[in-house]
């Protein structure tokens, strides 16, 4: 708790992450992906093994957008810097140690720190010249932190990644406590058929109830 508020205080972010709780969340998952890392292996290795899938390993003068980077737990980031000349990493707020490795990469890591709920114009002009990008756990989180509709935040979220000659989008779409029914976080907004579809263990039983939480992740390469 002391380490989150400390990390809380040093962050260097737009005072709106503190505001609507965004850096908290973010800082919360640093710790939770700690202390759940067995059960969130598989997952993070689904969510890297479908980008390098999709976006080859041949190394190129391209670049990358990554949409929600948060602390990148979802890439291995070696594997992209050797496959992209630069790679741009937008979300709401960077963590402390992505700010530090950006400005150590020698311009090869550039940070944006805004809203992606309403993309600005920026964005759309960013998105549509990059080559590949990549929005990755980030979708259904788009209504927790806004006041618009889901539906209306999705639709735009989508519109923004079809700008991107190629583009690849991984978000949970479901979740169950225990062995109880699946709900989904994506109602009234059904997406296609995926080309990967995996389990993530969000939650092992006592890590925030008595009853595992278990998401289901969908996997698409758009645009292609
Ligand atoms: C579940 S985390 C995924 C993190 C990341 N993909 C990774 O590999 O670690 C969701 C990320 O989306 C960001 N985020 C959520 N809502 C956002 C918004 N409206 N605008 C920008 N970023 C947002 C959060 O700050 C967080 O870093």
Request: proline share 6%; charged share 20%.
């Amino acid at each position: 708790m002391i380490l989150e508020l400390l990390e809380w205080i040093a962050t260097p972010c737009p005072w709106s992450a503190r505001t609507n709780r965004l850096l908290a969340a973010q800082i919360g998952i640093r710790h939770r992906a700690k202390r759940c890392r067995a059960a969130w292996n598989g997952h993070l290795e689904a969510c890297r093994k479908f980008v390098a899938d999709s976006v080859g390993a041949l190394p190129a003068d391209e670049n990358l957008v990554i949409l929600g980077s948060g602390h990148l737990n979802d890439f291995d980031l070696q594997f992209l810097l050797r496959r992209f000349q630069k790679i741009t990493l937008v979300d709401a707020v960077h963590p402390i140690e992505i700010q530090i490795q950006a400005s150590l990469s020698r311009g090869r890591l550039r940070l944006i720190a805004t809203d992606l709920s309403s993309p600005s114009a920026e964005i759309e002009d960013l998105v549509s010249r990059s080559s590949w990008s990549i929005s990755s756990c980030l979708f259904s989180q788009l209504p927790l932190f806004s006041n618009e509709d889901s539906p209306t935040l999705f639709d735009r979220h989508l519109a923004l990644l079809r700008k991107s000659p190629r583009a690849v989008l991984i978000t949970d779409v479901a979740k169950r406590l225990g062995s109880g029914p699946w709900q989904s976080l994506i109602e009234n907004h059904p997406l296609p058929h995926p080309a990967a579809e995996w389990l993530w263990t969000i939650a092992p039983a006592g890590e925030s109830g008595p009853l595992v939480e278990e998401r289901l992740v969908h996997a698409f390469v758009m645009n292609g």
